[in-house]
């Protein structure tokens, strides 16, 4: 009956699927889950620098769905931004009166809903400090650190994982101990099988963002809540695009 | 497949029942819902006194649905307090491993999520500074404000209905115009219906707090989301309790 | 000439009877002192949960108070409440025209006064985020940290005293040296003999909060000032109580 | 028993009289009470430039006070810093172990304690942005605003003095109905008469700063509280001063 | 001796023209100006959407400025992002070691230098909130406002000129009265004529975001300060970019 | 063609020659500096108490130079506080219209323009909590830490100085290893040589105030940008001064 789309703004095919997975394995049997990802841009977002590109790629991505003829009997209800990151989400608030989410916003909700004070780990330094930028925004400033694990983000599948689990372990560990942090919140999308990992070892909970984010915006699809269009998410003004953007620009 | 406490803190039974046909009429076909309230206690909560013995009587309803027989084998799996105050949230936390939310948290999440400044409206002025703490509380302060219609909970119903809806959407109407709210956020329970009806005629979001935090406790009772119970939420430490609250001593 | 009560939100009449001692040695010799606890509820406050059952203790007190005959000859000028989580303070400000003041707000005031960054130091894990949240409320979060020395407060009294002294010290100590604190704020009641010692040992200013309080409540009583009833401290609307709440019912 | 100096950072001494003879009024009976000003200066503090010439006046009072014979046998217990700007407390808290208290931080602490949202009003627009200052440094900013009546202090007396309080009390009634205050501070020295007619006029409690810091460094004297010289405060490090200020240099 | 590139995000080549025309009149002699524009995307930047794209324009100079033959001989000391919105900087940032601002910052950095408060006034109302939020990144959200004037940033050319200017002045004056701003910064690139006039009219300092920008890079390149590659900013990671963002991948 | 004055506001006759050949060493070939320093106070400014003498240093040496006939002929375009206290800034901007700046807020915004986080180190302790008030004054306390170096200014210059390095360096590392700073500030005056070898040895960006505040001002006053007189720092309002500050009193 309710319709999600889950969009991994990067180019890697393999986490597309993972996250779609994690996403059709949580929500309620009448939801359809469409993951997809853009046709050009980065393998993953490291930084404020890969995010500006993948921040289209989100952009055109939702530009198809909403254009899409099926829009018109069978509209989707809600989109997840796959990424950490939150990036492009409010660009996309602008394209769609769908609510959109992203992951680090939605997992800062459940974190806060179960303990007082949290902590994100994420792979790696250069992401901390968007991050801290997002926790400050979502004004989660006075109850989160962020800590990195300094592992790249690929590491965590292949001859690398165990050491990327353990380096990612001992920060969480060092959230608990030193930030008195009572819950963690994995700071990087695709990472569903070390949050029961790390559950289990550490006795706290593991908040995921696709978990989070997929289920948030279930919930709000289903209550027919539409992104407010009065103020900074109005539809983008009309206007000329030019050259390999043309066809992106805003219709009356 | 899931089991929701709905809590109303208060001893009005009409609107105990109020919010849980809303309850159920949003959650999931396999979604059980229980809607109860204390054996004691106030029939409203207006401010800081009123919430100081609807608190004990939330944690009455808690600690007896905790230790009935059928937590064995139907455990519940999310609390929602359903005041707009979030009276007793805190201690609540700490009486329970499953989940507690209150309306105002959950509905500044989700206002937050499809509008970038929002304005909650709430019937009696004396609750105008709590619901702001809860809002500095939550991390809202720099994008939601809050508005006083200046009529009580029960004005809402019966003869002076008509009158207490003007005057909410009055105040309704200042938030968009002169507070540049984008959503608004209806400070009080029980107003789904006022819900619907401001939505129509002000073409904004207007989040009623029972639908979010019955939506939200739902998702993460699914993904099976637990309180933390390593740092202020932790099992209340083993001590005598005297008097008529000598039930509520925390056991070992 | 003035009549401060200082009322202990927790059972132990042990405790009653020392912060009452306290508090006559350092009033000036027309101000009477009436130390009091309540008739039901914990033996300790040892976080959120026990604070939601002392905050009606605290009432039922300043009720009974408030309705006694030498009220009208001979009224209290204020009141303490004797407990670091200034349990039930906003409900109890609502109940009286007196001014009421918890120990955390009184000591962070004389902390401010005395030093330019400060710590609060409190037996139990489970009370620093609580008390952090008050730090927040009282406008001191830039300018206070809090730790907890990992005893219970019983601990101080008894066979584990000595280790329960030594524990508080350490972290005292660190709050020195690690987070730069020029002065110690004691985070529980009845702790002047510690108070003493420590500033002996330290050589920086300790603040009980029970001094603090008990001497800032006295000099307000002194200039008259009234709790405002313009707003969120208004005196409760008057409505039914029901059970054993009953008798809490506000008056018109 | 104890001796507090009120020191008026300006040269006007029949203010400096006035504040005297309001601290006389309202301390205990055996509470000394110095009052005294600059040889000095400016006339009055009206913003930042003349703040900084006061703030030397009061330095050469204190000096002068802590050298003097009489320290030896019967010390100062506390200073007031007769000044809603809290012209200097900074630099004296570093001149002396006794506490020092100004009129703004005062008030705020006992504005705080009687309602939960307040405001400063004052006579200048030029002290407003200081003062606001001052509110932010002292943790109020979420609870306090600052307006001005237009006028200057010394309309307060003769010819003007009733047209400055009509504008005054305007201002007063602006708080209370448009910002929702529910107390005024008075934002400057020696308003006691007028701080009395207007809590009979609006009803609501006025706090008067010179009162509100006498009674609360009076009973920080009476506790034995020091200024800790553990960082901030420390006395200032030895040094050559010059020419006019050669005799404020800092003694080993 | 110093080469400053001023980059327009969007696609107007007159606007392009206009700033660099006043960039050239404000550098010293032996300043380089080099003003560029993107060769795609939109043709103005109006709200989050448009920013978007702009960004990855933005990028494109950037890259190929720094891949220039002339870099080696005579590379650019300092990149000004010639928009309001700062759009693209923390991403261009990344990808040069050059500093590179936007207007926003270096305006609020003189507004901030010249009164105590201060207002932004820009065109759309689209963009207040984003501009909130670069406000809150800054630092200056306790003394900054943001009103818009209700048109759009083409309205300050040709016809409907005259009434956007007076559109605007009218918000400019209401900041002075109402919010008390002492200096009114332009939020909107490409207003050198209308500042004069504003200042003129108003009598108080009117910031040019494109003013500001261009002098303090000059300062700054003047200083060889160079953007820190040790965090935040550090060189996008190595990987690969796809489809039309192929030629934007980060090189070892 | 334009006139810069750096006055240092304590008396170390060398230091004012250091920083005046600093200053000429960075501005353009047709700006003048003067640089001075007070006739009377103290020798350094280490904290609050020598803050409050050197600010009228400082005013001493403004008024004769606002006051001198070649103001009418050749007028200072903009004055730098040489003092990383900021000391007296606020007064000095009351005396005069030409912009005013301090070392502090122009190295703050220099950072912040090449990093996102980053760090101060200062000499002394004493100083720590000075500076992190201005940090938080100037917006910045989310992403700049304080550390000092436990050493005195003099410690610089002879026997001492190689050690007094070697501690500078070390709180440095400390800041870039456990604060994550990615840029460090030199949080006192006069350490250009400094500047460059700690930029050699860390390779990160490290700012000196004295450069930083010298090119902002001078980039302020090509513009020709003046204090706001409409509020905060309007002209002190005329009124008597006596004793040996009568030569300061406002005029009309």
Same mark, same amino acid.
């Given at each position: 009956?309710?319709?999600?789309? /889950?969009?991994?703004?990067?180019?890697?095919?393999?986490?597309?699927?993972?996250?779609?997975?994690?996403?059709?394995?949580?929500?309620?049997?009448?939801?359809?889950?469409?993951?997809?990802?853009?046709?050009?841009?980065?393998?993953?977002?490291?930084?404020?620098?890969?995010?500006?590109?993948?921040?289209?790629?989100?952009?055109?991505?939702?530009?198809?769905?909403?254009?899409?003829?099926?829009?018109?009997?069978?509209?989707?209800?809600?989109?997840?931004?796959?990424?950490?990151?939150?990036?492009?989400?409010?660009?996309?608030?602008?394209?769609?009166?769908?609510?959109?989410?992203?992951?680090?916003?939605?997992?800062?909700?459940?974190?806060?809903?179960?303990?007082?004070?949290?902590?994100?780990?994420?792979?790696?330094?250069?992401?901390?400090?968007?991050?801290?930028?997002?926790?400050?925004?979502?004004?989660?400033?006075?109850?989160?650190? /962020?800590?990195?694990?300094?592992?790249?983000?690929?590491?965590?599948?292949?001859?690398?994982?165990?050491?990327?689990?353990?380096?990612?372990?001992?920060?969480?560990?060092?959230?608990?101990?030193?930030?008195?942090?009572?819950?963690?919140?994995?700071?990087?999308?695709?990472?569903?099988?070390?949050?029961?990992?790390?559950?289990?070892?550490?006795?706290?909970?593991?908040?995921?963002?696709?978990?989070?984010?997929?289920?948030?915006?279930?919930?709000?699809?289903?209550?027919?809540?539409?992104?407010?269009?009065?103020?900074?998410?109005?539809?983008?003004?009309?206007?000329?695009?030019?050259?390999?953007?043309?066809?992106?620009?805003?219709?009356?």
């Amino acid at each position: 009956m309710s319709k999600i789309a /889950v969009i991994n703004p990067n180019m890697s095919a393999g986490f597309t699927k993972k996250v779609g997975d994690q996403a059709k394995k949580i929500v309620a049997p009448n939801t359809d889950i469409i993951a997809l990802n853009p046709q050009f841009g980065p393998d993953s977002i490291e930084g404020y620098y890969d995010e500006a590109f993948a921040s289209v790629g989100l952009l055109s991505v939702i530009r198809d769905l909403e254009a899409a003829p099926e829009q018109a009997v069978d509209p989707i209800g809600g989109y997840v931004v796959a990424c950490f990151d939150d990036t492009g989400v409010d660009a996309a608030r602008c394209l769609s009166s769908a609510p959109v989410l992203g992951l680090c916003e939605a997992a800062l909700r459940m974190a806060a809903a179960v303990s007082s004070r949290f902590a994100i780990v994420t792979p790696m330094a250069v992401s901390v400090r968007p991050l801290e930028h997002l926790v400050a925004k979502y004004g989660a400033a006075s109850q989160c650190v /962020v800590r990195s694990a300094g592992v790249r983000t690929l590491d965590f599948e292949g001859a690398n994982a165990s050491a990327a689990y353990e380096a990612l372990k001992k920060q969480a560990e060092l959230c608990l101990t030193d930030d008195h942090a009572e819950a963690i919140v994995l700071g990087c999308a695709g990472m569903t099988d070390i949050a029961d990992r790390l559950a289990d070892e550490l006795g706290v909970p593991i908040i995921d963002g696709v978990s989070a984010a997929v289920k948030m915006i279930e919930a709000m699809a289903m209550l027919g809540l539409r992104t407010s269009k009065a103020g900074a998410y109005a539809n983008p003004p009309m206007k000329a695009y030019h050259g390999m953007f043309a066809g992106f620009a805003p219709q009356a």
